[in-house]
């Protein structure tokens, strides 16, 4: 494993290991190149933030990482463990969950029946019976202050609101690591605040965060690490700070 970053532990180096690493990570859509040798890693206890234009590869590197899409080429490992072979079921299981871009939630259900639609349980629902599935659902519609509309239609529920709900249903799955698409896209801000609030809750308690958002101040705010696509390929990869007076990042948003 690649000796991402050290620690001073009592005087002894201690190597942080990759908890999540993809290496040389491609697809193709035809002849769109949509992710092109992608490789970066992140050791435990980072937010890392993604950013990049529109159609730069960012939803396509999140699909592939959760099973949706398959790679043309390259690896994709957590917690040492190779998933990019893996279905969406099974990272699921392994401990890493994600939200959408535009929320996916079942319309015609409430927003509890959303949290216990089958497939997003499916980490304990062999060992949790009925009931503590349900207490379980009812302490995360809490903790995004959302419990209010558990007996709602989620159809009912304002784009922020059903953002916050696809949020409650991932923790369903008791991630270690959450991928985030677009988070903060259109929703008002003192949800934008909760949702800042509750990821540094959850940071914590020991989850790590992939975030993508076109929030540039927030996401800059809110990471650890900034990695930015372009045209399917990495052009950059540091701190904020460094990504932020990258030229070749300047360039890719600004095309001058
Ligand atoms: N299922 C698909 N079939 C064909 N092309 C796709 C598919 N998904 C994505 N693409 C293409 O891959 C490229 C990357 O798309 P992707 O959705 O990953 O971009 P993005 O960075 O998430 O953009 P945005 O910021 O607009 O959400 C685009 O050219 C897009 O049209
Ligand atoms: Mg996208």
Do not use: C
Request: zero cysteines.
């Amino acid at each position: 494993m690649k000796e991402a970053s050290t620690a001073i532990k009592g005087g002894t180096s201690v190597t942080a290991p990759d908890v999540f690493k993809v290496a040389n990570a491609s697809i193709a859509f035809g002849g769109n190149q949509a992710l092109n040798s992608v490789s970066f890693s992140m050791t435990k206890g980072q937010l890392l933030g993604l950013i990049g234009p529109n159609g730069s590869g960012k939803t396509t590197l999140l699909n592939a990482t959760s099973g949706i899409y398959p790679l043309n080429q390259g690896t994709i490992h957590f917690e040492g463990a190779s998933i990019e072979k893996s279905t969406p079921h099974v990272i699921a299981r392994a401990g890493i969950a994600r939200t959408f871009q535009i929320a996916r939630i079942f319309p015609q259900m409430t927003a509890l029946e959303n949290m216990l639609a089958p497939g997003f349980t499916v980490r304990d629902s062999q060992s949790e019976d009925r009931i503590t599935l349900i207490r379980r659902a009812r302490e995360y519609l809490e903790f995004l202050d959302i419990d209010g509309f558990a007996h709602e239609q989620a159809a009912d529920l304002s784009g922020g609101q059903r953002m916050l709900l696809q949020f409650a249903r991932a923790l369903m799955l008791k991630p270690r690591l959450m991928l985030l698409d677009e988070p903060f896209g259109g929703i008002h801000p003192l949800l934008v605040e909760r949702i800042l609030n509750r990821i540094g809750d959850l940071r914590g308690r020991g989850i790590d965060f992939i975030v993508v958002s076109h929030d540039l101040p927030t996401i800059m705010g809110l990471a650890t690490r900034v990695i930015v696509l372009a045209n399917g390929q990495l052009i950059a990869d540091g701190t904020p700070d460094e990504v932020r007076e990258d030229p070749g990042v300047i360039e890719a948003y600004l095309g001058v």
